[in-house]
């Protein structure tokens, strides 16, 4: 059974080293460590959320301010190998959630690594417009960006 919860920062101490092979690699090439990553995430967010199924992390995912005067908010979602024994969960869930966000923000926007093509083509389902490849930190990346309706 899967259930959300509130993250906490031991759920991201606990996802970390858990990380599907695609999110670790991201967040190396942003330069900062899988359990950081996840920390400095959690913190800078303005709601984030935990699923687990019977106990097992899936993933978390979170969304944060862009900054403290605008209306843009930052998605994140890091998650486990168990996102692709969830499958059709997550990608329910996770609109669920993206829907939610754009009533409390006027645009999401993000970036994500040129060579996660399963993200991309997930983010793309979920409806954001995708941009050309460009570097940043350690790698190429891709911006995204959801508009509310």
């Known amino acids: 059974m899967i259930a959300m919860h509130p993250a906490t920062s031991d759920d991201a101490r606990e996802l970390a080293p858990l990380l599907r092979a695609e999110d ?6 942003l330069g900062v460590t899988p ?7 959690l913190d800078a967010a303005r709601e984030a959320w935990t699923w687990r199924d019977d106990g097992r992390i899936i993933c978390m995912a979170g969304v944060a301010p862009l900054s403290l005067i605008g209306s843009t908010g930052v998605p994140w979602l890091l998650g486990s190998t168990l996102i692709a024994t969830h499958r059709r ?3 329910v869930e996770s609109c669920r959630l993206v ?3 754009l009533t409390q923000f006027d645009a ?5 690594d040129a060579r996660y093509t399963a993200a991309i083509r997930w983010l793309g389902w979920l409806g954001f417009e995708i941009g050309p490849p460009f570097s ?5 990346f891709r911006r995204v960006i959801k508009e509310a309706a």
């Open 89 to 91: 969960a997550f990608m």
């Open 108 to 112: 999401l926007r993000n970036v994500v």
């Open 24 to 29: 670790r690699a991201e967040v190396l090439a």
């Open 136 to 140: 940043l930190a350690h790698g190429l």
């Open 99 to 101: 829907e939610r966000w």
């Open 35 to 41: 359990v950081d990553g996840l920390l400095q995430s």
